[in-house]
C-alpha cells in the first residue's frame, strides 16, 4: 500500500486530520485544474472542510498508484454529488465520475508536493 492509498483512505472517510498526517507540515498542494496552491496545513485543511461541505458524497477509487523514496503518482476516479457552491464555482447539483491524476514528492516519508489534474467540465456536467 503507498502514501497516496493511505492519505486518499484517510480522504474518504473525511478524516481531515488523518490526512494531514500523511504531509509535511511545510506541504504545498496544488489543485492544476483550478489554478489553486495550498501551503501547509491549515490552508489544505480549510479547503477540505470547504470541499466536504460542498461534495458531500465525496470519495477516491484509487485505480493505479506507484512511489519511489521520492516521488509519488496516481490515476484515480474522484466520485461525488456537486451538491452546494465551491467558492466562485456555482453548484450544479449533478453526480460525477471523472478521471483525477496526481503527481507528488515525498521528503523523509511524507508527502512534501503533490499536483492533482482533472477535467472540469465533466465536473461541470459540461462533457458533452
Not at 481531515?16 to 496545513?41: C, H, P, S
Not at 465525496?58 to 457552491?85: N, P, Q
Request: hydrophobic share 40%; net charge negative.
Amino acid at each position: 500500500m503507498t502514501i497516496l492509498d493511505k492519505l486518499y483512505d484517510r480522504w474518504n472517510d473525511h478524516d481531515i486530520e488523518g490526512v494531514l498526517a500523511y504531509f509535511r507540515d511545510d506541504l504545498v498542494y496544488t489543485d492544476k485544474t483550478i489554478n489553486t496552491t495550498f501551503r501547509g496545513r491549515d490552508e489544505l485543511a480549510q479547503f477540505m472542510a470547504g470541499t466536504f461541505v460542498s461534495i458531500p458524497d465525496l470519495r477516491f477509487e484509487l485505480l493505479h498508484t506507484i512511489e519511489t523514496d521520492t516521488d509519488c503518482a496516481g490515476e484515480a476516479l474522484m466520485i461525488g454529488t456537486f451538491e452546494k457552491d465551491l467558492g466562485p464555482i456555482k453548484a450544479t447539483g449533478k453526480a460525477f465520475t471523472i478521471k483525477y491524476g496526481l503527481v507528488g514528492r515525498i521528503v523523509d516519508g511524507k508527502v512534501s508536493e503533490l499536483n492533482d489534474y482533472w477535467n472540469f467540465a465533466e465536473f461541470l456536467g459540461d462533457d458533452q
